[in-house]
């Protein structure tokens, strides 16, 4: 991809996510996004198929934000997949929960799509290194069980959680959805609850304001 493409696809990918923070995912249309940037829709189409994938991006750019972040700050997390998931998953639900914006954003796509197909390779990736980790063996019809067995409590919960139906912390809940695997695995509560109370002081003793969701 030429210099001069690759600006036109980050600048309407910049746009897309302003008016996904400032209109939501149900208001935020691909005319809306040409229109913002000032491009034919057929443009917006030819980077960005549909809005899902613009989510995906969104989605995978602030996971890989956050890993790099702690690469360079806290490197020694990742001796341990199930620890260095949980302090990640802890600075991107804080962000996200956090902001009413962010929130709504995250609950539209929530509704409207699957997380599964956002997320599945990132998540399939970092189970794995579950399974590697912990020397176990599974196969891999039981491992996608498991995966698709994860996403669909998680949303459930979070859908429940959203409702006002299931009342926790953000950390309470971040510890509920990383240690559901863990226990679908078989490994043992008490190093599960160990590693996850772990994450939680991490997390709070980091400094992570600079990372944004959208904007």
Same mark, same amino acid.
Do not use: C, W
């Given at each position: 991809?030429?210099?001069?493409?690759?600006?036109?696809?980050?600048?309407?990918?910049?746009?897309?996510?302003?008016?996904?923070?400032?209109?939501?995912?149900?208001?935020?249309?691909?005319?809306?996004?040409?229109?913002?940037?000032?491009?034919?829709? #057929?443009?917006?189409? /030819?980077?960005?198929?549909? @809005?899902? %994938?613009?989510? !995906?991006?969104? &989605?995978?750019?602030? $996971?890989? +934000?956050?890993?790099?972040?702690?690469?360079?700050?806290?490197?020694?997390?990742?001796?341990?997949?199930?620890?260095?998931?949980?302090?990640? #998953?802890?600075?991107? /639900?804080?962000?996200?929960? @956090?902001? %009413?914006?962010? !929130?709504?954003? &995250?609950?539209?796509? $929530?509704? +409207?799509?699957?997380?599964?197909?956002?997320?599945?390779?990132?998540?399939?990736?970092?189970?794995?290194?579950?399974?590697?980790?912990?020397?176990?063996?599974?196969?891999?019809?039981?491992?996608?069980?498991?995966?698709?067995?994860?996403?669909?409590?998680?949303?459930? $919960?979070?859908?429940?959680?959203?409702?006002?139906?299931?009342?926790?912390?953000?950390?309470?809940?971040?510890?509920?959805?990383?240690?559901?695997?863990?226990?679908?695995?078989?490994?043992?509560?008490?190093?599960?609850?160990?590693?996850?109370?772990?994450?939680?002081?991490?997390?709070?003793?980091?400094?992570?304001?600079?990372?944004?969701?959208?904007?």
């Amino acid at each position: 991809m030429t210099i001069a493409k690759r600006n036109k696809k980050e600048r309407i990918y910049q746009n897309a996510k302003e008016l996904l923070y400032k209109d939501g995912f149900n208001k935020t249309t691909i005319k809306k996004i040409a229109e913002a940037s000032d491009v034919p829709i #057929s443009l917006v189409h /030819y980077y960005f198929n549909k @809005k899902e %994938e613009i989510i !995906r991006s969104i &989605y995978i750019d602030f $996971l890989n +934000n956050i890993e790099f972040f702690l690469y360079r700050n806290k490197p020694e997390i990742y001796s341990n997949s199930i620890l260095s998931h949980a302090v990640t #998953s802890r600075i991107y /639900y804080d962000i996200i929960l @956090k902001d %009413e914006n962010n !929130r709504r954003v &995250y609950l539209e796509v $929530l509704h +409207n799509s699957s997380n599964y197909r956002i997320l599945s390779k990132y998540m399939n990736k970092m189970y794995h290194k579950y399974v590697e980790d912990n020397h176990l063996v599974l196969s891999d019809e039981l491992f996608k069980a498991y995966v698709l067995m994860d996403f669909g409590a998680r949303r459930e $919960l979070l859908l429940q959680y959203f409702d006002g139906q299931v009342d926790l912390s953000i950390m309470d809940l971040v510890s509920t959805l990383n240690g559901m695997l863990p226990r679908l695995l078989k490994l043992n509560q008490h190093f599960i609850d160990s590693l996850l109370l772990d994450s939680i002081s991490i997390a709070e003793s980091m400094d992570y304001k600079q990372l944004r969701f959208l904007v």
